[in-house]
């Protein structure tokens, strides 16, 4: 088992920077690619970005590139996810998964089904 907490939500304004962090615990050895999924309230969840175990590769969805930046410290068991010039749209519950298998291809990442673990999500609210 692979226990996840995320952290590092909050309400920030419009163009305003947060950074999230998730933390593993347990038999990380198991852990592989990590990635960042996100709700907004009424729809359904969605993939933000992803990362290789050895960090060297990630994958973002369209809505957050150029913005959000993926990154993780293996010495630490953490995975974040720093997130500049934030909108509205973004308001969401983050939340951080990750995969016991390797997958080939970047786009394992963006599979919600190819996850094993997922922390319990932390709110993150955009003002206008």
């Known amino acids: 088992q692979v226990q996840l907490v995320e952290s590092g939500g909050g309400l920030v304004q419009a163009g305003g920077s947060l950074r999230l962090s998730c933390a593993a615990s347990g038999r990380t050895f198991s852990m592989y690619t990590m990635g960042w999924f996100r709700q907004a309230p009424g729809r359904e969840r969605e993939f933000v970005t992803g990362i290789s175990w050895s960090g060297s590769s990630s994958y973002y969805a369209d809505s957050v590139k150029g913005r959000f930046t993926i990154s993780r410290d293996n010495a630490k068991n953490t995975v974040y996810l720093q997130m500049n010039s934030l909108k509205p749209e973004d308001t969401a519950v983050y939340y951080c998964?990750?995969?016991?298998?390797?997958?080939?291809?970047?786009?394992?990442?963006?599979?919600?089904?190819?996850?094993?673990?997922w922390g319990q999500g932390t709110q993150v609210t955009v003002s206008s």
């Open positions: 998964a990750v995969q016991r298998t390797a997958y080939a291809g970047t786009k394992s990442y963006t599979r919600e089904s190819l996850y094993d673990y």
